[in-house]
């Protein structure tokens, strides 16, 4: 029986999933983890140090009391920096967050209409859909065809046209009326203040 080398031990639930490819691993790698020969050494000022075996370089970082982090794994000879790596690790993390917390999630509500819509129900699906845009949300209005209806799709634009029009001080078009197999879909955009 012939066992292939990526189906064994603990990679045969990577290579299923990953279809037999190897991602690198995200995380830096620090003192003892780095495994070349030779490093190019940069200390905490920018300042290069020449290049020397990294057993050399890992004393040098422990003597400061600092760490040995690989910067550029990819360079000829690999580029190495001292630094604290814990602070390091915390800076990067406070950076995502606050990128993550300036960033402005919009949301698609949908509003469904039907050809032979009543005008109340038509005004209270207008005003829903202007309090969605007025939020900053995008509104996907659909009108929905049952049966033969979808033969007259001329009924829809016009409906979604009148809809646009009635809407038309908080929102834009952003993408136009198109027929998708029996709904016809059209998006809203808030106006931006």
Same mark, same amino acid.
């Given at each position: 029986?012939?066992?292939?080398?990526?189906?064994?031990?603990?990679?045969?639930?990577?290579?299923?999933?990953?279809?037999?490819?190897?991602?690198?691993?995200? =995380? @830096? %790698?620090?003192? $003892?983890?780095?495994?070349? &020969?030779?490093?190019? !050494?940069? *200390?905490?000022?920018?300042? /290069? #140090?020449?290049?020397?075996?990294?057993?050399?370089?890992?004393?040098?970082?422990?003597?400061?009391?600092?760490?040995?982090?690989?910067?550029?794994?990819?360079?000829?000879?690999?580029?190495?920096?001292?630094?604290?790596?814990?602070?390091?690790?915390? =800076? @990067? %993390?406070?950076? $995502?967050?606050?990128?993550? &917390?300036?960033?402005? !999630?919009? *949301?698609?509500?949908?509003? /469904? #209409?039907?050809?032979?819509?009543?005008?109340?129900?038509?005004?209270?699906?207008?005003?829903?859909?202007?309090?969605?845009?007025?939020?900053?949300?995008?509104?996907?209005?659909?009108?929905?065809?049952?049966?033969?209806?979808?033969?007259?799709?001329?009924?829809?634009?016009?409906?979604?046209?009148?809809?646009?029009?009635?809407?038309?001080?908080?929102?834009?078009?952003?993408?136009?009326?198109?027929?998708?197999?029996?709904?016809?879909?059209?998006?809203?955009?808030?106006?931006?203040?």
């Amino acid at each position: 029986m012939y066992f292939h080398p990526f189906f064994c031990c603990n990679h045969r639930k990577t290579q299923k999933i990953l279809g037999g490819i190897h991602i690198a691993n995200k =995380e @830096l %790698q620090a003192n $003892e983890e780095i495994r070349e &020969k030779e490093v190019r !050494v940069v *200390n905490q000022d920018g300042e /290069q #140090l020449g290049v020397m075996s990294s057993q050399e370089a890992l004393a040098l970082a422990q003597s400061k009391g600092l760490d040995l982090v690989n910067i550029a794994p990819t360079a000829k000879p690999p580029v190495c920096k001292i630094m604290n790596y814990g602070k390091y690790r915390f =800076e @990067l %993390q406070k950076r $995502e967050k606050e990128n993550r &917390k300036n960033q402005k !999630v919009i *949301n698609i509500k949908e509003v /469904q #209409l039907s050809p032979s819509i009543d005008t109340n129900d038509f005004n209270t699906k207008c005003r829903n859909a202007c309090k969605f845009l007025s939020k900053g949300d995008k509104v996907k209005v659909t009108v929905r065809f049952r049966g033969r209806e979808v033969s007259h799709s001329e009924i829809g634009e016009v409906l979604l046209a009148r809809f646009a029009e009635n809407v038309s001080e908080v929102g834009t078009v952003e993408r136009p009326a198109k027929l998708e197999g029996r709904n016809m879909t059209m998006f809203l955009a808030p106006i931006s203040q």
